[in-house]
């Protein structure tokens, strides 16, 4: 039995709990383990059991503050060295600027002994050294595929092409700009109407600046470099460019070149970027739609294209669950 | 231009002066010699020269050095330019009231040239988007071009979108 705490209860965290509730067999004969969720927390409050909670109402849509097991007024940071997860999932929003409470949570979770997942990248574009140097002291393992393209398995490579180097990133790693300049190739319209047409569809939040600005992607282009490549960057680092100015008229030139007009993210020469450029629209790079690609470029074997459902709580939770498995396994019971 | 020149030499002293000095006499900037040992002919090395001559009077140049090698009875096996290649990219913003004829200017430099620009707008006082495809006649101007780009599009605020 391998016990987990998750922190943050939103769109991430509700499709932990409804895979780890619907596929807690499936999960169980990978591992030859059991997965068993003790805690959630949440702002005002937690879900306890050391047993083991009960999933069922949670996975068919209950409120969390009416189960059974929730406790209000319990503090994530105070109540997580006593928390008996093995492995602390951290699933809350990311604060661009501080990192936090993502990064507190991590922090802490490493500091008690806990082996750590996380889907939040803010932690991990800000202070990517610290986390994982504290880690390697404290001997626990933090994974964090679901930062950068949740399902895909890019952060994997760095396991699975271990022998060769990544010598360069080119990515298409925001899935709401990649929406919005797919829309305004397929069907003329201008930014504005594509972006309207974003957030209605649930792809751009109310304040789209993180997405649109190219910051979001700036963030997951960190992660991705120091991760695959052994940097020690900060979005301080990242030259960043976002997709406001593009116009209907640029992307009609493009198109009639046999170009799309896509925001790519650059790691090459220790240099960090994300801004526009023109694809043919033969490459791997040219997706539509919210999909993400991802090239690396490695020393000796050549480009490998990784291509993907980016954003989505079942997607961020399958990245999840496949940390969660890889920690898990080695796992004592 | 970058120009490589394959002749052969007789394998004696003093004939890569020979080869050298119409080169040199007509303004060319010798980049390098290679001398190929492992396909002699009987008494000929074949050897490779690489060397940049300058746009200005580089046909009249050419000539005086395909002559001067003539008269030295050095034969010409090959001459020719380095590939040049052709960067496309996109201009948004207000390229036309921004002095674009100043924009053409500063992007035409030595091994470097503006050869097609193509443009859409709404009316001449909105932002446009302009194509602009650029002759460069080697991997290193590719450089530079970058660099002018930046400069002009910071200075006039344009989205400069690269190909």
């Given at each position: 039995?391998?016990?987990?705490?998750?922190?943050?209860?939103g769109?991430v965290?509700?499709?932990?709990v409804?895979?780890i509730?619907?596929?807690?067999t499936?999960?169980g004969?990978?591992i030859?383990k059991?997965?068993?969720?003790?805690?959630?927390?949440?702002l005002?409050?937690?879900?306890?059991n050391?047993?083991?909670?009960?999933?069922?109402s949670?996975?068919d849509?209950?409120?969390i503050?009416?189960h059974?097991?929730?406790?209000?007024?319990v503090?994530?940071l105070d109540?997580?060295?006593?928390?008996?997860?093995q492995?602390v999932i951290?699933s809350?929003?990311?604060?661009p600027?501080?990192?936090e409470?993502?990064?507190?949570?991590?922090?802490?979770?490493?500091q008690?002994g806990?082996h750590?997942?996380s889907?939040?990248?803010g932690?991990?574009y800000l202070?990517?050294?610290?986390?994982?140097?504290?880690?390697?002291e404290?001997?626990?393992?933090?994974?964090?595929g679901?930062?950068?393209?949740?399902?895909?398995?890019?952060?994997?490579?760095?396991d699975?092409?271990?022998?060769c180097?990544?010598v360069?990133i080119?990515?298409i790693?925001?899935?709401?700009s990649n929406f919005?300049?797919?829309?305004m190739t397929?069907?003329?319209?201008?930014?504005?109407?594509a972006?309207k047409?974003?957030?209605e569809?649930g792809?751009?939040?109310?304040?789209p600046?993180?997405?649109?600005?190219?910051?979001?992607a700036?963030?997951k282009?960190?992660?991705?470099?120091?991760?695959?490549m052994?940097?020690?960057?900060?979005?301080?680092?990242?030259?960043i460019?976002?997709?406001?100015r593009v116009t209907?008229?640029?992307?009609e030139?493009a198109?009639k070149k046999?170009l799309l007009i896509?925001q790519i993210?650059?790691?090459k020469d220790?240099?960090?970027?994300?801004?526009?450029?023109?694809v043919?629209?033969?490459?791997?790079l040219?997706?539509?739609?919210?999909?993400n690609?991802i090239?690396?470029?490695?020393?000796?074997?050549g480009?490998?294209?990784f291509?993907?459902r980016?954003?989505g709580?079942?997607?961020?939770?399958?990245?999840i669950?496949s940390d969660?498995i890889?920690?898990?396994?080695d796992?004592?019971e | 231009?970058?120009?490589?020149?394959?002749v052969r030499?007789m394998?004696a002293?003093?004939?890569l002066i020979e080869?050298?000095?119409p080169?040199?006499k007509?303004?060319?900037n010798?980049?390098g010699?290679f001398h190929m040992?492992?396909?002699v002919?009987?008494?000929?090395i074949?050897?490779?020269?690489?060397?940049?001559l300058?746009e200005l009077h580089?046909?009249?140049?050419?000539?005086?050095?395909?002559k001067g090698?003539l008269?030295?009875g050095?034969?010409?096996v090959?001459?020719?330019?380095?590939?040049?290649?052709?960067?496309?990219?996109l201009?948004l913003g207000?390229?036309?009231?921004?002095?674009f004829?100043?924009?053409?200017?500063?992007?035409s430099?030595?091994?470097?040239r503006?050869?097609?620009?193509e443009?859409r707008?709404?009316?001449?006082?909105?932002?446009?988007a302009v194509?602009f495809?650029i002759q460069?006649?080697?991997k290193?101007?590719?450089?530079e071009?970058?660099?002018?780009?930046?400069e002009?599009?910071?200075e006039?605020?344009l989205?400069?979108i690269?190909?």
């Open positions: 039995m391998v016990n987990l705490s998750l922190i943050g209860y769109t965290g509700k499709s932990v409804k895979s509730a619907s596929k807690t499936k999960l004969e990978k030859q059991k997965l068993v969720l003790t805690e959630i927390y949440e005002d409050g937690a879900v306890i050391p047993k083991g909670i009960n999933l069922q949670l996975a849509g209950g409120n503050r009416q059974p097991d929730w406790k209000p007024g503090k994530t109540h997580l060295a006593k928390a008996l997860g492995i951290e809350t929003p990311t604060n600027n501080t990192g409470p993502g990064l507190s949570h991590v922090l802490t979770a490493i008690a806990k750590v997942v889907s939040n990248k932690p991990f202070q990517y050294a610290k986390i994982l140097n504290l880690a390697k404290k001997k626990v393992k933090v994974r964090f679901a930062t950068v393209g949740s399902a895909i398995p890019i952060l994997a490579a760095k699975t092409l271990a022998g180097e990544v360069e080119q990515a790693i925001n899935g709401t919005i300049l797919s829309r397929t069907e003329n319209e201008p930014f504005e109407l972006l047409e974003a957030q569809l792809y751009a939040e109310a304040d600046t993180l997405d649109v600005g190219g910051y979001d700036a963030g282009l960190v992660i991705l470099a120091n991760h695959l052994g940097w020690s960057k900060t979005i301080k680092d990242v030259k460019e976002g997709i406001t209907s008229e640029g992307v030139l198109k046999g896509k993210a650059f790691a220790g240099k960090l970027e994300v801004g526009l450029r023109l043919p629209q033969t490459s791997p040219a997706t539509m739609g919210t999909l690609a090239l690396l470029r490695t020393d000796v074997a480009d490998y294209y291509v993907g980016g954003a709580g079942p997607e961020a939770a399958a990245g669950l969660v890889y920690i898990a396994r796992l004592p | 231009m970058v120009l490589e020149l394959e030499l394998d002293p003093g004939k080869l050298l000095e080169l040199s007509n303004g060319a010798i980049q010699v040992h492992g396909d002919e009987g008494n000929l074949p050897v490779l020269v690489t060397f940049l300058p580089f046909e009249t140049n050419l000539n005086k050095i395909k090698l008269a030295k050095i034969e010409i090959r001459l020719s330019a380095e590939q040049a290649f052709t960067i496309s990219f201009a207000h390229v036309f009231q921004t002095d004829v100043d924009t053409i200017k500063r992007l430099k030595p091994g470097i503006v050869i097609s620009i443009a707008f709404k009316s001449i006082n909105d932002p446009s194509l495809s460069i006649e080697n290193k101007k590719e450089t071009l970058v660099q002018l780009i930046d002009i599009s910071k006039k605020d989205v400069i690269k190909g």
